[in-house]
């Protein structure tokens, strides 16, 4: 399962973004694939379209939101 392990590393884009490392093959990054959505393990080659490829920006999920408008559903069935 370590193949599917990443370090959370500031990322190539600046301090704002994260790269993922991978654990077992270090120098190797989650990158979006040039030209497409796809998400591809590859090799840091120190270009800039790689550095633009293998940062991501980290946002807030939507756990919380999910939680509570669950919580209203399953009340709103329970009493009316």
Do not use: H, M
């Not at 370590?2 to 270090?26: I, M, Y």
């Not at 030209?35 to 550095?51: K, P, T, V, Y």
């Amino acid at each position: 399962l370590t193949d599917a392990k990443f370090n959370e590393k500031t990322g190539f884009a600046g301090s704002d973004t994260v790269s993922l490392e991978s654990v077992s093959k270090p120098g190797w990054y989650l990158c979006r694939k040039s030209g497409s959505s796809e998400i591809i393990l590859a090799q840091n080659d120190n270009s800039e379209q790689f550095r633009k490829n293998a940062s991501f920006i980290k946002t807030k999920g939507l756990s919380k939101i999910l939680k509570d408008l669950f919580l209203f559903t399953l009340l709103f069935f329970f009493f009316f």
